[in-house]
């Protein structure tokens, strides 16, 4: 890539740098350079094999490089820049590792009148309390975020050789302009730096401060870890980046003082939601970090054999667990919630109506305590919501959001924005609703609120879907007239008996509800009934493994929900429902299941909707069956978390057994399962789907990119290995 590197500064990043551009071949030839009181540091570097050489005469090292890295504090590049000047040479790049960039912009155009268009300005998010080229390493750049920052007039081809050089080095590049650049960093680094420096300064100075650092937690060594970094630096760099970071100071000074006149006034209420707001903007931070390739991935390894014996209450509906927060959110009065599903999923729901000003307590144990604020309470979100993985958050708000009198974004993850949603936004630009999407139609949603401008249609769904189904209903509630939804086919009905519920009205005349704006909801108690979806890998599981017997308590059997007990039943499967009863208006029954041979069925479409979240784990019921099982009219399968036709095709493959997927279903050939490497492509339900399947395997399976589990059911893992299933969960880079 280059023939001669220069290093202006070899230190942890100038040495790093080094390191890892020998370890790529990215480069002939490094020099180093430095000044004298550095040349034991460069002789350091030349002993290890950091560089090939060095010298204390700039113009020696920058002579014939053709790319020349100022790897040394800020406060000094602006001296660099005018030492360089006269040696500058339009057939090299030059470019730096500030991590302030607004003063090396304002640097350059101070010395050179104009920034040159062969400056790449760029900043490696990375590094260590240690410095010095002794504390170089080869990998520091792996996976770290890399910002580079040009200017209007900087070459196009150099910006590219550039990022290419830092991803090479294994950095994830993005390009931002100046400003931005320095206004992130100065929120998310260079304020934390700050705090930490100040909070031990005032310990520090205590008399009792031998007591202080004494009894000091786990917690304050690790808020205060990046205190120990190098004062200079520091100070170089909240001094180049004063403008942006003391407004942020101004504003921590705010948020202080509201905490302290909380604890003045004993408000616990506020100074809770104050907290959980923090933890929960906290963990959606983690979230979508995790979701770059810098986080690690989980890896099931399930050994073959096995059955499934005991009891368990599998954790509460995720389709009422949404549902839930959304009603009561714009109830009037409080809402109690049991038995809510504490997974990823449900999770963002809840947030993204914390985000809109609902007080929501819990949840603790599964249990919430919702402070509804009415049908037109909602308040503007400050920021984006994001709703992680969740196709149910993003569709069904999408509907809510787009009758509210103020705008909102939807994102997701890279799953979740990858998945359609023109089948809610054409329908609802029909009410009247502005919903923007990318061009392929999927998210980020920029959603307009046009409060009082939504109309009502009449809309005959092409494609049963509960989830569209819902999102027209709670548009419909915002909407002049009424708005009718005609099922092709029935769909899970929790938001018209939860909307009853809350004493809602809505209008039910065959496959056909309506709904309008006249009404209001009233607070209520909610009993969230166990998970069907979560419960149908153990309905399966317990069914292919010969010497099942288990008993599967407080099942939600929502006759829109219960298409997998029939075509398991179908199939010769020994399913007893026991101890039905009604709680808060759903069915609930305990299920008993026995191992009982199954066989190969055509699989009657009118189930397909009452069961399409289960087809995963009812194609590995299919591949222990005797004889062929035939699936069709599940075309909505492939734009679930994945392709589950495709990806349940290409698994089953992998493990010997005959899968052939079809434009809307597959057909599989009953026969033995073999034991091999499958990828879930990040969806749950694949993953626990092929863990189920190591039952029946005459060999272990390994399951990769398993870390999506979280969204739906945390506690499958620990609940499969108690019940019989042999499963090692590993954490892997």
């Given amino acids: 890539m280059f023939n001669r590197l220069c290093i202006i500064g070899v230190g942890l990043i100038g040495g790093s740098i080094a390191r890892a551009a020998r370890r790529q071949g990215l480069c002939n030839n490094i020099v180093g350079y430095g000044r004298p009181q550095d040349e034991q540091n460069l002789q350091m570097a030349k002993r290890l094999g950091v560089i090939d050489g060095y010298t204390l005469e700039l113009a020696e090292a920058a002579r014939e490089a053709d790319c020349v890295v100022i790897a040394t504090p800020v406060a000094s590049i602006e001296s660099i820049f005018a030492r360089l000047k006269p040696l500058w040479s339009d057939d090299a790049i030059y470019t730096d590792v500030g991590s302030t960039k607004g003063s090396v912009i304002a640097a350059a155009e101070r010395i050179f009148g104009v920034v ?45 050789k550039i990022q290419g050089f830092w991803e090479r080095m294994g950095a994830l590049v993005s390009v931002m302009d100046v400003q931005h650049h320095d206004g992130v960093l100065a929120a998310t680094s260079h304020l934390p730096h700050i705090l930490a420096f100040a909070l031990v300064d005032m310990l520090g100075h205590k008399d009792e401060q031998s007591e202080i650092f004494k009894y000091a937690a786990g917690g304050f060594k690790d808020f205060t870890r990046i205190a120990s970094s190098d004062p200079t630096m520091w100070q170089d760099i909240c001094a180049a980046n004063k403008d942006e970071i003391i407004p942020l100071i101004e504003q921590l000074k705010g948020e202080l003082d509201k905490i302290q006149h909380l604890l003045e006034t004993n408000d616990a209420r506020q100074l809770f939601e104050t907290f959980t707001y923090a933890r929960n903007a906290r963990q959606r931070f983690l979230d979508q970090f995790d979701n770059t ?58 947030q993204a109506f914390r985000d809109m000003g609902v007080a929501i307590e819990g949840p603790v144990n599964g249990e919430l305590t919702i402070h509804g604020v009415g049908k037109h ?26 009758g509210q009198a103020f705008n909102s974004v939807l994102t997701g993850d890279k799953s979740l924005s990858g998945r359609p949603m ?103 108690d909610i009993d969230v009934p166990s998970d069907i979806s979560s419960a149908a890998f153990f309905l399966v599981g317990a069914s292919i493994a010969p010497g099942s017997d288990l008993l599967l308590k407080h099942v939600g059997v929502n006759p829109t929900r219960t298409g ?41 479409e009118h189930l397909v909707p009452l069961a399409i979240d289960e087809f995963p784990v009812l194609f590995v019921a299919a591949a222990c069956a005797e004889g062929q099982t035939r699936l069709t009219g599940a075309e909505e399968l492939r734009v679930k978390e994945s392709d589950r036709i495709q990806v349940m095709a290409d698994g089953l493959q992998i493990l010997g057994v005959d899968a052939q997927s079809t434009e809307d279903g597959m057909i599989i050939q009953g026969g033995p399962i073999g034991g091999g490497e499958v990828i879930s492509h990040g969806d749950h339900r694949i993953a626990m789907s092929f863990s189920i399947a190591g039952l029946r395997a005459n060999a272990p399976i390994t399951v990769h990119d ?28």
């Fill in 116 to 160: 040159p268009d062969n400056l790449v300005p760029a900043h490696p998010i990375a590094g260590a309390e240690n410095s010095g080229v002794t504390a170089s390493v080869d990998d520091l750049f792996m996976n770290k975020r890399l910002i580079i920052t040009p200017v209007d007039n900087t070459s196009p081809e150099a910006v590219q």
């Fill in 293 to 350: 390739h810098m986080s690690k991935s989980i890896t099931f390894y399930v050994q073959p054999g096995g059955k499934l014996q005991g009891e368990a209450r599998v954790p509460g509906d995720k389709s009422m667990s949404h549902r839930s927060i959304m009603l009561g959110s714009l109830a009037e009065g409080v809402t109690h919630v049991k038995g809510f599903l504490e997974a990823e999923d449900a999770l963002a729901t809840l």
């Fill in 377 to 402: 309470g909602l308040k503007a979100p400050k920021n984006d919501l994001y709703l992680g993985n969740s196709g149910t958050s993003m569709r069904l708000l999408s509907g809510l959001l787009a």
């Fill in 422 to 524: 023109k089948r809610v936004t054409e329908p609802l630009a029909a009410m009247g609703a502005d919903i923007k999407t990318t061009e392929r139609g999927t998210a980020p949603l920029q959603i307009t609120g046009r409060a009082g401008q939504l109309t009502g249609i009449d809309y005959a769904m092409p494609i049963a879907s509960a989830q569209v189904k819902s999102c027209l209903l709670l548009a419909g509630m915002y909407a002049q007239g009424v708005t009718t939804v005609t099922e092709p086919a029935p769909t899970r009905d929790h938001t018209e008996r939860m909307l009853t519920g809350f004493n809602y009205p809505v209008k039910q005349e065959g496959n056909k509800v309506s709904i309008t704006a006249e009404g209001h909801l009233t607070a209520t």
């Fill in 564 to 604: 997998v007990i029939d075509i398991l039943r179908l199939m010769g499967a020994n399913i007893e429902v026991l101890n039905e009863r009604t709680v808060g208006g759903e069915p609930v029954a305990d299920l008993h299941v026995v191992y009982s041979p199954l066989k190969g069925i055509d699989i009657p």
């Fill in 706 to 733: 398993c870390e999506n589990v979280n969204t739906s059911f945390p506690e499958f893992r620990d609940l499969a290995k108690r019940l019989g299933l042999d499963l090692v969960c590993k954490e892997e880079e």
